[in-house]
């Protein structure tokens, strides 16, 4: 019987290293610095990108069969929905795939990912000691398959019940030539490279399996719930720099931090916090190359930042597992119970 997938599509963020001095400001990562060492994790690591653009081009029916029969649901999902040329009841599905893998634009890209990542041995411990604290956090939830693709800039993670897909495209750095072709704005292309893929990865899964209710479109629910999404990214990857894990430049991240009371003073003289109005509340968490009624100096998603800072004062004040945190329903209980208090 087909089982009928969750997922979650994304664009990536990415990264800027911050300085050490800037790391040490940080609050947080050393309380979550567990010892994860005695866990075991069988991650299964798999290129679905190799396997389909090194398809018998004289034979594309039973490359498809084949496709079909190792990867299953993802190539359904990836036919489907990620390249939108429809599932196996397709009956043109085997001309349609083979036309995606010989265009040059594609087969192109699908070059500069092989050169770029001709192996992933680096990315794959850096999952695998990511999952190792997912584990320990969560140790019931199931550990996904990890498959890379190549999907023509249409998404960079996709995450299933089952699997976690990776789009290398999406992480060829900040120079590659296909993302000035493409006009993306630089405040992106910026964060599109191989040191955010984990980061982004553990976002994702995190994002999925802890959705935002309809009921809670206020300004500081979402604000709220964004921050406990990148308190769970840096618990995944408690020893990285926080630019990694909101995907903020160094200079930004010290534009928050010398910023952190006049932001907040804002939302509350603006009377903004418990604004259920969408194109109020996506100025201060959406994205874009700095944060609307702030300083240009400012980057986008403050209100994701400060909401991260609430967060981690409430795991600081309260005895509350990782879990709980993500479990917790009353968003705005968290705020009352932080004790945060903003830098001046």
Same mark, same amino acid.
């Given at each position: 019987?087909?089982?009928?997938?969750?997922?979650? /599509?994304?664009?990536?963020?990415?990264?800027?290293?911050?300085?050490?001095?800037?790391?040490?400001?940080?609050?947080? &990562?050393?309380?979550?610095?567990?010892?994860?060492?005695?866990?075991?994790?069988?991650?299964?690591?798999?290129?679905?990108?190799?396997?389909?653009?090194?398809?018998?081009?004289?034979?594309?029916?039973?490359?498809?069969?084949?496709?079909?029969?190792?990867?299953?649901?993802?190539?359904?999902?990836?036919?489907?929905?990620?390249?939108?040329?429809?599932?196996?009841?397709?009956?043109?599905?085997?001309?349609?795939?083979?036309?995606?893998?010989?265009?040059?634009?594609?087969?192109?890209?699908?070059?500069?990912?092989?050169?770029?990542?001709?192996?992933?041995?680096?990315?794959?411990?850096?999952?695998?000691?990511?999952?190792?604290?997912?584990?320990?956090?969560?140790? &019931?939830?199931?550990?996904?398959?990890?498959?890379?693709?190549?999907?023509? /800039?249409?998404?960079?993670?996709?995450?299933?019940?089952?699997?976690?897909?990776?789009?290398?495209?999406?992480?060829?750095?900040?120079?590659?030539?296909?993302?000035?072709?493409?006009?993306?704005?630089?405040?992106?292309?910026?964060?599109?490279?191989?040191?955010?893929?984990?980061?982004?990865?553990?976002?994702?899964?995190?994002?999925?399996?802890?959705? #935002?209710?309809?009921? @809670?479109?206020?300004?500081?629910? @979402?604000?709220?719930?964004?921050?406990?999404?990148?308190? /769970?990214?840096?618990?995944? @990857?408690? &020893?990285?720099?926080?630019?990694?894990?909101?995907?903020?430049?160094?200079?930004?991240?010290? *534009?928050? *931090?010398?910023?952190?009371?006049?932001?907040?003073?804002?939302? #509350?003289?603006?009377?903004?916090?418990?604004?259920?109005?969408?194109?109020?509340?996506?100025?201060?968490?959406?994205?874009?190359?700095?944060?609307?009624?702030?300083? &240009?100096?400012?980057?986008?998603?403050?209100?994701? *930042?400060?909401? *991260? @800072?609430?967060?981690?004062?409430?795991?600081?004040?309260?005895?509350?597992?990782?879990?709980?945190?993500?479990?917790?329903?009353?968003?705005?209980?968290?705020?009352?119970?932080?004790?945060?208090?903003?830098?001046?």
């Amino acid at each position: 019987m087909y089982k009928q997938l969750k997922y979650t /599509f994304v664009y990536s963020l990415g990264v800027i290293l911050l300085p050490l001095i800037l790391v040490l400001v940080g609050c947080g &990562n050393n309380a979550l610095d567990v010892d994860v060492s005695e866990i075991d994790v069988e991650l299964r690591f798999r290129r679905f990108e190799k396997a389909l653009f090194q398809s018998d081009l004289n034979n594309m029916e039973l490359e498809v069969s084949r496709l079909n029969s190792d990867y299953g649901l993802f190539f359904d999902l990836f036919t489907r929905r990620i390249v939108s040329i429809g599932g196996a009841d397709n009956p043109n599905l085997a001309v349609s795939l083979k036309g995606f893998i010989t265009d040059p634009q594609i087969s192109e890209v699908y070059e500069a990912t092989q050169l770029l990542y001709p192996e992933l041995i680096q990315l794959e411990n850096s999952i695998a000691d990511a999952f190792k604290y997912y584990r320990y956090y969560f140790p &019931n939830k199931y550990i996904p398959e990890v498959v890379t693709f190549v999907s023509g /800039f249409n998404y960079a993670i996709v995450t299933t019940d089952s699997t976690l897909g990776i789009g290398l495209e999406s992480y060829l750095g900040k120079d590659s030539k296909y993302y000035r072709m493409l006009g993306y704005p630089r405040y992106k292309v910026r964060n599109m490279n191989s040191s955010a893929i984990v980061p982004d990865c553990m976002r994702m899964i995190a994002s999925s399996d802890y959705e #935002l209710k309809d009921s @809670q479109k206020d300004l500081l629910s @979402q604000m709220i719930h964004e921050g406990r999404i990148l308190y /769970f990214t840096e618990a995944m @990857q408690p &020893n990285i720099e926080d630019s990694l894990v909101i995907g903020f430049t160094a200079a930004q991240i010290q *534009w928050c *931090w010398e910023n952190e009371r006049n932001m907040w003073t804002f939302y #509350l003289d603006k009377d903004i916090l418990y604004s259920t109005e969408h194109t109020e509340n996506i100025k201060y968490i959406g994205e874009g190359p700095f944060t609307s009624g702030f300083s &240009n100096e400012s980057p986008a998603r403050t209100g994701q *930042w400060v909401g *991260w @800072q609430v967060v981690r004062s409430y795991m600081s004040s309260n005895e509350v597992s990782v879990k709980e945190l993500m479990e917790e329903e009353n968003l705005q209980s968290i705020l009352t119970k932080s004790n945060y208090k903003p830098r001046k």
